[in-house]
């Protein structure tokens, strides 16, 4: 195997580890989020544990691998997919730990206060659930960008 194989197979398993681990948590959620309370809080606090274990060191992987493949020739950084993946990426990677983590941590903070079926606590829910969404969007729009390699 060449040196570009191997990373083209670390950033496709990234990639896959990403993705798919984005669809399931988000799908958990959905569903989490259709019963009480007792079921949402300690499934949120594996899910933060999830995502710093597993989604981000696969995001950063991808990243760095993505980068790595365009700086040993055969790609640019002035093509079209390489920019979106790129941008995309590094976005995906701020809303997850900049702002889908610390919020999943200050759910706690909420419940505690409020409690768990309250309004404020199930307002929160929904916003952490709609950005979890439009990350997810913006991840496939990327996948879309890798596989189809707009001009």
Request: glycine share 10%; aromatic share 6%; hydrophobic share 55%.
């Amino acid at each position: 195997m060449t040196t570009r194989e191997i990373l083209l197979a670390i950033h496709v398993m990234g990639a896959v580890i990403w993705i798919g681990g984005g669809v399931a948590l988000n799908m958990i959620g959905f569903r989490l989020t259709q019963t009480k309370g007792e079921l949402l809080r300690p499934m949120l606090k594996t899910f933060d544990w999830v995502v710093n274990r597993t989604i981000l060191p696969a995001s950063l992987l991808v990243l760095i691998s993505g980068i790595t493949l365009v700086l040993e020739g055969g790609y640019s950084f002035e093509d079209i997919f390489v920019t979106i993946g790129v941008i995309g990426a590094v976005l995906t990677i701020i809303i997850g730990a900049g702002i889908l983590s610390p919020r999943m941590r200050k759910l706690e903070a909420i419940w505690e206060e409020h409690g768990d079926d309250s309004e404020i606590a199930s307002q929160a829910v929904a916003r952490l659930m709609l950005i979890g969404r439009l990350d997810l969007v913006m991840l496939f729009v990327v996948i879309g960008a890798m596989v189809f390699k707009p001009i």
